[in-house]
């Protein structure tokens, strides 16, 4: 089993910043993917960004120049850092992890950012 641990949530006021984290352990391999999703009320759950451990990332339009992902890979750890947030950014965000053929999700943390 794996466990992510996210934090790095909060309210922000538009153009402010915010970074997340999500610390992954348990069955953990040197080999996977990682990123976040996130889900505003009333909406579908949609991907921000994810990066592989090589490094290959994938975001999101809406984010793209405002957000980056990266990751420690020694200690199987993702982070988000969120620029010039938007008001329409406020969602719960959750840390994805797969390895190998199995998918994990966290607990999901509130991002805010008012107007």
């Known amino acids: 089993q794996v466990q992510l641990v996210e934090s790095g949530g909060g309210l922000v006021h538009a153009g402010g910043s915010l970074r997340l984290s999500c610390a992954a352990s348990?069955?953990?391999?040197?080999?996977?993917?990682m990123g976040w999703y996130r889900q505003a009320p009333g909406k579908q759950r949609e991907l921000v960004a994810t990066?592989?451990?090589?490094?290959?990332?994938n975001y999101a339009y809406s984010v793209k120049g405002r957000f980056t992902i990266s990751t420690d890979n020694a200690k199987i750890t993702v982070y988000l850092q969120m620029n010039s947030l938007k008001p329409e950014d406020t969602a719960v965000y959750s840390c994805?992890?797969?390895?190998?053929?199995?998918?994990?999700w966290g607990q999901g943390t509130q991002v805010t950012v008012s107007s």
């Open positions: 994805y992890a797969q390895f190998g053929v199995n998918n994990y």
């Open positions: 348990g069955n953990v391999f040197a080999i996977y993917t």
């Open positions: 990066i592989t451990h090589t490094g290959f990332t």
